[in-house]
C-alpha cells in the first residue's frame, strides 16, 4: 500500500532481506535508531548516492497539540546556522501533510555517553573530545546559538572517533532573550544545568553552556558526575555552591581548569577565549587556537573587462521572503549578505575601493570585480576580513555580495549593520534575502 504526499512524492513500502524499508522520496528508510517525545529517528539511505543518513520523523500533528511547532522551525533555523565539523549536520527537510522529515548526517559511532559509561577516559582522549566540544560550542555562539542541554548523551561520535553535537531542540537564539538581555526558560538535564538557571533569575546562554561543559569534562576525566547526592534538592545545593571534589587521579592543571568552568557566579566562570589559552587544552597545539587563520594575498588590481553574470533567477529567489522549509536547503544557493545597486558594476568596484579606506580596513587584494579587505583592528578571533564580489545583472544594475572571510561573526553583523549599511546606502537600490546584516 501507497500513500502520496502532498509535494508529489511517494511514500511506500517493501521487504529487503525480510526487513521491511519505508521509502520516501530518494530516501529509504530502516531500522530505528532512537525514539523520543515527539520523534522516532531511523537509519535511511540516500537510493541515489548511497550515502547513509538518520531521518528524524516528527508528527505534526503531535507538535502542534502541544505548542511545539515553532521550536521546530527554530530547531531547523538553528541548524542551519551551525554547520561545524563537530555538529551534526542537517541536509535536507521534507514534509507531508502529517509528517515533518529531518534528513541528518548518519553518525554511527553511538552516544559519548556509552564511552563513559564504562568508565573513565584516558586523559589524552578526554582532552581531544574536550576540544572539539569547546569548538563546536564556540561557533554556535558565534552565530548567537545557545545549545542548553549538552551532556554525553548529546554527543555523538563518528566512524573516525570525532565528536559530534547533536539535539537542538532545546536551544535559544538571541531575539529570545527579555529586555535585561538574559534568557529566562528553565531547561536542560539537572546533573548538567549550570546554578543560575535554576535560580530562575535569568541567565547567559554562553556561560550556562560553558558551565556544562565543565560537568562533561569532569565525567570524561572521572566516570561520574561531580555533584551527587540522595535527591534532587541536596544535588541542587551543591549545584549552588559549586561543592564538589576531585578524584585523586585527575592531575592538576585539569583541576585547575575544571575549578574555573565549574565557578557558580557565572560572572567569574572562563570564558571560551580563557579556556582555548589554558595550558592543559592547549598541549600539543602548534597553532593559537582562538583566532582563525587567514592567508593574506598582496593586492593585485587587474580587473576584467566584464564582471561576472548574475543569474537572474538567483536574483528573484533571494528577494523572496516568509518561512519555507525549501528554502533552507538550496544547493550553490548565492550568500544571503548582498545589495542591489542601480550603478555599473565598475562604478561599484571604484566605490569598494574607497570604501576601505573610510572603514580603516586594508585591501589584500583586488581582482576581477573582487574585493577582499581586512580590519586592523584585533577582534575576538583575530581581524576581521570580508569579501565583496561584484556581478553584472544589466548594464546599469549590479548584484554585490558580502561574506565574512575571517574573524567573529558576531564581530561581522555588528561591521554589516553599523558602518556597512550606511556607508554605502547611497548606491544601495535595495539590500536582499536573509542577509546577516539584517
Given at each position: 500500500?501507497?500513500?502520496?504526499?502532498?509535494?508529489?512524492?511517494?511514500?511506500?513500502?517493501?521487504?529487503?532481506?525480510?526487513?521491511?524499508?519505508?521509502?520516501?522520496?530518494?530516501?529509504?528508510?530502516?531500522?530505528?535508531?532512537?525514539?523520543?517525545?515527539?520523534?522516532?529517528?531511523?537509519?535511511?539511505?540516500?537510493?541515489?548516492?548511497?550515502?547513509?543518513?538518520?531521518?528524524?520523523?516528527?508528527?505534526?500533528?503531535?507538535?502542534?497539540?502541544?505548542?511545539?511547532?515553532?521550536?521546530?522551525?527554530?530547531?531547523?533555523?538553528?541548524?542551519?546556522?551551525?554547520?561545524?565539523?563537530?555538529?551534526?549536520?542537517?541536509?535536507?527537510?521534507?514534509?507531508?501533510?502529517?509528517?515533518?522529515?529531518?534528513?541528518?548526517e548518519y553518525v554511527k559511532g553511538g552516544e559519548l555517553f556509552a564511552k563513559v559509561?564504562?568508565?573513565?577516559?584516558?586523559?589524552?582522549?578526554?582532552?581531544?573530545?574536550?576540544?572539539?566540544?569547546?569548538?563546536?560550542?564556540?561557533?554556535?555562539?558565534?552565530?548567537?546559538?545557545?545549545?542548553?542541554?549538552?551532556?554525553?548523551?548529546?554527543?555523538?561520535?563518528?566512524?573516525?572517533?570525532?565528536?559530534?553535537?547533536?539535539?537542538?531542540?532545546?536551544?535559544?537564539?538571541?531575539?529570545?532573550?527579555?529586555?535585561?538581555?538574559?534568557?529566562?526558560?528553565?531547561?536542560?538535564?539537572?546533573?548538567?544545568?549550570?546554578?543560575?538557571?535554576?535560580?530562575?533569575?535569568?541567565?547567559?546562554?554562553?556561560?550556562?553552556?560553558?558551565?556544562?561543559?565543565?560537568?562533561?569534562?569532569?565525567?570524561?576525566?572521572?566516570?561520574?558526575?561531580?555533584?551527587?547526592?540522595?535527591?534532587?534538592?541536596?544535588?541542587?545545593?551543591?549545584?549552588?555552591?559549586?561543592?564538589?571534589?576531585?578524584?585523586?587521579?585527575?592531575?592538576?592543571?585539569?583541576?585547575?581548569?575544571?575549578?574555573?568552568?565549574?565557578?557558580?557566579?557565572?560572572?567569574?566562570?572562563?570564558?571560551i577565549p580563557g579556556i582555548m589559552r589554558n595550558l592543559w587544552f592547549r598541549k600539543?597545539?602548534?597553532?593559537?587556537?582562538?583566532?582563525?587563520?587567514?592567508?593574506?594575498?598582496?593586492?593585485?588590481?587587474?580587473?576584467?573587462?566584464?564582471?561576472?553574470?548574475?543569474?537572474?533567477?538567483?536574483?528573484?529567489?533571494?528577494?523572496?521572503?516568509?518561512?519555507?522549509?525549501?528554502?533552507?536547503?538550496?544547493?550553490?544557493?548565492?550568500?544571503?549578505?548582498?545589495?542591489?545597486?542601480?550603478?555599473?558594476?565598475?562604478?561599484?568596484?571604484?566605490?569598494?575601493?574607497?570604501?576601505?579606506?573610510?572603514?580603516?580596513?586594508?585591501?589584500?587584494?583586488?581582482?576581477?570585480?573582487?574585493?577582499?579587505?581586512?580590519?586592523?583592528?584585533?577582534?575576538?578571533?583575530?581581524?576581521?576580513?570580508?569579501?565583496?564580489?561584484?556581478?553584472?545583472?544589466?548594464?546599469?544594475?549590479?548584484?554585490?555580495?558580502?561574506?565574512?572571510?575571517?574573524?567573529?561573526?558576531?564581530?561581522?553583523?555588528?561591521?554589516?549593520?553599523?558602518?556597512?549599511?550606511?556607508?554605502?546606502?547611497?548606491?544601495?537600490?535595495?539590500?536582499?534575502?536573509?542577509?546577516?546584516?539584517?
Amino acid at each position: 500500500m501507497e500513500e502520496r504526499a502532498e509535494n508529489n512524492q511517494i511514500i511506500g513500502s517493501k521487504k529487503k532481506n525480510g526487513t521491511r524499508k519505508i521509502i520516501f522520496g530518494k530516501y529509504e528508510m530502516g531500522r530505528v535508531l532512537g525514539q523520543g517525545t515527539f520523534a522516532k529517528v531511523y537509519y535511511g539511505k540516500n537510493t541515489s548516492t548511497q550515502e547513509s543518513v538518520a531521518i528524524k520523523v516528527i508528527n505534526k500533528d503531535h507538535v502542534k497539540k502541544e505548542g511545539f511547532l515553532e521550536q521546530i522551525e527554530r530547531e531547523i533555523s538553528i541548524m542551519k546556522l551551525v554547520r561545524h565539523p563537530n555538529v551534526v549536520e542537517l541536509k535536507e527537510v521534507m514534509a507531508t501533510k502529517s509528517k515533518i522529515f529531518f534528513v541528518m548526517e548518519y553518525v554511527k559511532g553511538g552516544e559519548l555517553f556509552a564511552k563513559v559509561a564504562k568508565g573513565k577516559l584516558k586523559e589524552d582522549s578526554a582532552r581531544k573530545y574536550f576540544r572539539q566540544l569547546i569548538s563546536a560550542v564556540d561557533f554556535c555562539h558565534s552565530r548567537g546559538v545557545f545549545h542548553r542541554d549538552l551532556k554525553p548523551e548529546n554527543l555523538l561520535l563518528d566512524d573516525d572517533g570525532n565528536l559530534k553535537v547533536t539535539d537542538f531542540g532545546l536551544s535559544a537564539l538571541p531575539e529570545q532573550q527579555r529586555n535585561d538581555g538574559l534568557l529566562h526558560t528553565q531547561c536542560g538535564t539537572p546533573a548538567y544545568v549550570a546554578p543560575e538557571i535554576l535560580k530562575k533569575k535569568g541567565y547567559d546562554g554562553a556561560k550556562s553552556d560553558i558551565w556544562s561543559c565543565g560537568i562533561i569534562l569532569f565525567v570524561l576525566l572521572s566516570g561520574y558526575l561531580p555533584f551527587q547526592a540522595e535527591n534532587v534538592m541536596k544535588m541542587y545545593r551543591k549545584i549552588f555552591k559549586a561543592e564538589f571534589e576531585f578524584p585523586p587521579w585527575i592531575p592538576n592543571d585539569a583541576r585547575r581548569l575544571i575549578s574555573k568552568l565549574l565557578v557558580a557566579d557565572p560572572e567569574k566562570r572562563i570564558s571560551i577565549p580563557g579556556i582555548m589559552r589554558n595550558l592543559w587544552f592547549r598541549k600539543g597545539f602548534t597553532t593559537n587556537p582562538v583566532s582563525d587563520s587567514f592567508e593574506e594575498s598582496t593586492v593585485e588590481k587587474s580587473p576584467s573587462s566584464s564582471p561576472p553574470f548574475y543569474n537572474a533567477f538567483e536574483l528573484i529567489s533571494s528577494m523572496s521572503s516568509g518561512f519555507d522549509l525549501s528554502n533552507f536547503f538550496v544547493k550553490n544557493k548565492k550568500p544571503a549578505s548582498l545589495f542591489t545597486s542601480k550603478c555599473s558594476a565598475s562604478a561599484v568596484m571604484v566605490r569598494l575601493e574607497s570604501l576601505t579606506k573610510k572603514l580603516n580596513f586594508r585591501v589584500l587584494s583586488m581582482k576581477e570585480f573582487k574585493v577582499k579587505m581586512q580590519g586592523k583592528v584585533e577582534g575576538r578571533k583575530g581581524k576581521l576580513a570580508v569579501t565583496a564580489e561584484v556581478f553584472a545583472v544589466a548594464p546599469e544594475v549590479a548584484v554585490v555580495e558580502f561574506s565574512k572571510s575571517s574573524g567573529d561573526t558576531l564581530e561581522y553583523n555588528k561591521f554589516c549593520e553599523e558602518d556597512l549599511r550606511p556607508a554605502l546606502k547611497d548606491i544601495v537600490w535595495s539590500w536582499q534575502g536573509e542577509s546577516n546584516c539584517h
